[in-house]
């Protein structure tokens, strides 16, 4: 793997990790959501629709985190050559 190609998927992978992580963490809290039962938005139940797009957004985090990883140990790898 080229040090272009690495610095790549480094930075592309610790950058999806961290959208798909802020995306989880808003659709958790719901700050947009009010309902007549509860004060406070995160009290409120989740909407299945919502529901699915955090679920997409913890598994795409967690290929990223992988993804990024594995860009790590293999740049370890390829130094100790």
């Known amino acids: 793997m080229g040090p272009k190609v690495h610095g790549w998927l480094v930075g592309g992978s610790a950058l999806v990790a961290l959208a798909g992580a802020i995306v989880a963490v808003v659709y958790f809290f719901q700050p947009w959501r ?3 039962y ?3 938005s995160a009290g409120c139940a989740m909407l299945p629709l919502d529901a ?3 679920g997409a957004a913890m598994v795409v985090t967690l ?3 992988g993804v990024l990883v594995f860009a ?3 740049k370890g790898r390829s130094a100790a050559r």
């Open 34 to 36: 009010s309902c007549e």
């Open 72 to 74: 790590l140990l293999a």
């Open 63 to 65: 290929v990223a985190v």
């Open 38 to 40: 509860e004060d406070t």
């Open 52 to 54: 699915t797009v955090m």
